[in-house]
């Protein structure tokens, strides 16, 4: 493969001083451990999972299991108290495994099995999201044991990752399904959205909140049964760019926009990225280098088939960081297997590695260890937990 000309612009921290704190607690860390690990650090999840309740204080926080379904990151959102969104029977038996009771989930899937819809149901599942009515009609022989949410579309480029694409129904869609479901004898209980993931721009929320509220209100004018849950999403954006993000800050618009809410509305949120994209940090070690075509080659124990998956499926790109100083090269960071697309950075301006040395991936929460391969069956990354 010949290195792509752009420059790999990520965030690079450089920290060689020797006495270097955190440099030393990784070798520690996989002098105990072994190499490659993900750092878990709980702390930094319940610090997240805080910040947003204080930013969306109306808002009960339902967990993305999807994000990292890791069993210790589970354990510590059941110690705060918080709810999980879970979309496949798989993510339902890891709860079950905790002992997490259904009535503390959402089950967000629009697109159910049978099978799927009877299992979540004997877990105590009693929320489902559908956003058409073939979907509405496969809740019918449930009907008196489920509260439902229709899941509307607000696509939205400025997302990293547009989750309107597939799923959702349109707005103006809204009102027959609704009525479709009264005749199926259903009760939509409310709306839900996802204004896409990595949405770095509030006013997309805002937008889907004042449409949301518009829809409810027009429905709830002749209704039978009052829509009166709001569930506003994911989407709230982790720190890739190192720039310091002000959750508290970033939510002021949607707060206000919630504001406008009728009281007794009952709002929820499903964030997954900005909870746990912090709370966990790759190490990964040198294996070996080698010079090629006027490059730098690095090869890893970990790359784009494992924790670093999240480059290719969710179009991340995680800032790095190396303990060594000196004159830059253009390099090029590449993963274990023997394919060529397992290229953590190419063309990334850098100083000369030696094998043995540690790089370290931050925000690599969301989405990595995820959506992992075993491809050349190469061993995961071994996921520890600090600060628990
Ligand atoms: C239905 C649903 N809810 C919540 C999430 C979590 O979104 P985020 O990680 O952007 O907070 C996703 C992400 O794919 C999703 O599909």
Not at 52 to 62: C, F, K, R, T
Not at 255 to 268: C, E, F, M, T, V
Not at 272 to 293: E, H, M, Q
Not at 296 to 311: A, E, P, R
Request: proline content about 5%.
């Amino acid at each position: 493969m010949l290195p792509n000309e752009k420059i790999d612009q990520r965030p690079l921290l450089i920290n060689a001083e020797p006495d270097n704190a955190s440099a030393e607690f990784y070798r520690q860390q996989v002098a105990i451990h072994g190499s490659p690990l993900l750092i878990f650090n709980a702390q930094v999840l319940r610090n997240q999972f805080k910040a947003l309740q204080s930013a969306l204080p109306e808002v009960d926080l339902y967990y993305a299991v999807k994000a990292h379904p890791d069993p210790e990151i589970i354990h510590v959102i059941d110690q705060l108290g918080g709810g999980f969104d879970i979309a496949s029977a798989g993510e339902m038996n890891l709860l079950l495994a905790h002992k997490i009771s259904g009535r503390r989930t959402i089950h967000t899937h629009p697109i159910k099995k049978d099978q799927e819809i009877r299992d979540a149901l004997r877990f105590g599942a009693t929320t489902f999201v559908v956003d058409n009515l073939h979907e509405l009609k496969k809740l019918v022989p449930y009907r008196s044991r489920v509260g439902v949410l229709l899941r509307v579309s607000f696509r939205s480029a400025a997302a990293m990752v547009d989750l309107s694409k597939k799923f959702g129904c349109a707005p103006e869609e809204v009102e027959q399904l609704v009525k479709d479901a009264d005749d199926l004898g259903i009760h939509i209980k409310g709306l839900s959205f996802h204004v896409g993931s990595q949405c770095t721009d509030a006013s997309k929320h805002v937008e889907a909140i004042e449409k949301c509220h518009q829809l409810m209100q027009e429905i709830n004018a002749t209704a039978n049964k009052p829509l009166s849950i709001l569930d506003i999403g994911g989407g709230f954006p982790a720190d890739y760019e190192l720039q310091g993000i002000d959750i508290n800050a970033f939510c002021a618009p949607i707060r206000a926009a919630l504001a406008q809410l009728p009281q007794d509305w009952h709002l929820i949120a499903e964030p997954g990225r900005y909870l746990i994209a912090p709370a966990v940090t790759s190490v990964t070690t040198v294996a070996g280098k080698s010079k090629r075509n006027g490059y730098h080659w690095y090869y890893l124990d970990d790359g784009i088939y494992g924790s670093y998956s999240g480059q290719l499926f969710d179009h991340a790109i995680y800032p790095l960081e190396v303990f060594r100083d000196g004159e830059h090269y253009p390099s090029i960071i590449a993963g274990p297997t023997c394919d060529s697309i397992d290229v953590v950075a190419e063309n990334i301006s850098m100083p000369e590695l030696e094998i043995g040395d540690l790089l370290i991936g931050h925000q690599m929460g969301a989405y990595t260890a995820a959506t992992k391969t075993r491809f050349n069956s190469i061993p995961d990354a071994k996921l520890i937990v600090i600060n628990d």
